[in-house]
Antibody
């Protein structure tokens, strides 16, 4: 059974940094592109970033480019999101999501980890 | 970047009604369009990909169509368990933008 478990969400001050983690089980982690998607309280889904199977290609939403860094450790079956220069508008539930493989849609999602940026 | 616009933002329909949600891309995306369902307090769930391919396990009352810039999600007979917000997403290239969502309620 595919499981994605996010962690690392906390309350942080504006300008601060945070690293989110996503532990993956139940599938061959290094065979799939992985994503981060966020959802601000009461708002819609916002795609944040993706990383291909070996970490050689990464992409970001304009809203986080230059501040966030996605990475992965295939030996640990883990996905990460380093978040720097945090802003109040980064407050959201952050989901880790797996690409389907045969096509690049998101077929499994974690339960999310809540990041609150507030002074 | 390509923008995704859904309409309506919300709708209320009766059980058994046919419900139509549209998604428009600001540029052509071929059929690289997915639909997700997010029930209140739950994680998003993949419904349809490649504009019209039903994900395994999704009820057949859901269907999708379209290509290029205009896409449609249809619920042929609305059920109480379909109360949710529905999102389209383009996935041909990054950024993989979502639409703003359509909230579906039952009268």
């Amino acid at each position: 059974e595919v499981q994605l478990v996010e962690s690392g969400g906390v309350v942080v001050q504006p300008g601060g940094s945070l690293r989110l983690s996503c532990a993956a089980t139940g599938f061959t982690f290094d065979g799939y592109t992985m994503n981060w998607v966020r959802q601000a309280p009461g708002k819609g889904l916002e795609w944040v970033s993706l990383i291909n199977w070996d970490g050689g290609r990464t992409y970001y939403a304009d809203s986080v480019k230059g501040r966030f860094t996605i990475s992965r450790d295939n030996n640990k079956n883990s996905l990460y999101l380093q978040m720097n220069s945090l802003r109040t508008e980064d407050t959201a539930l952050y989901y880790c999501a797996k690409d389907m493989g045969i096509t690049t849609v998101l077929d499994y999602w974690g339960q999310g980890t809540l990041v609150t940026v507030s002074s | 970047d390509i923008q995704m616009t859904q309409s309506p933002s919300s709708l209320s329909a009766s059980v058994g009604d046919r419900v139509t949600i549209t998604c428009r891309a600001s540029q052509g995306i071929s059929n690289y369009l997915a639909w997700y369902q997010q029930k209140p307090g739950k994680v998003p769930k993949l419904l349809i990909y490649a504009a019209s391919t039903l994900q395994s396990g999704v009820p057949s009352r859901f269907s999708g169509s379209g290509s290029g810039t205009d896409f449609t999600l249809i619920i042929s007979s609305l059920q109480p368990e379909d109360v949710a917000t529905y999102y389209c997403q383009k996935y041909n290239t990054a950024p993989r933008t979502f639409g703003q969502g359509t909230k579906v309620e039952v009268k």
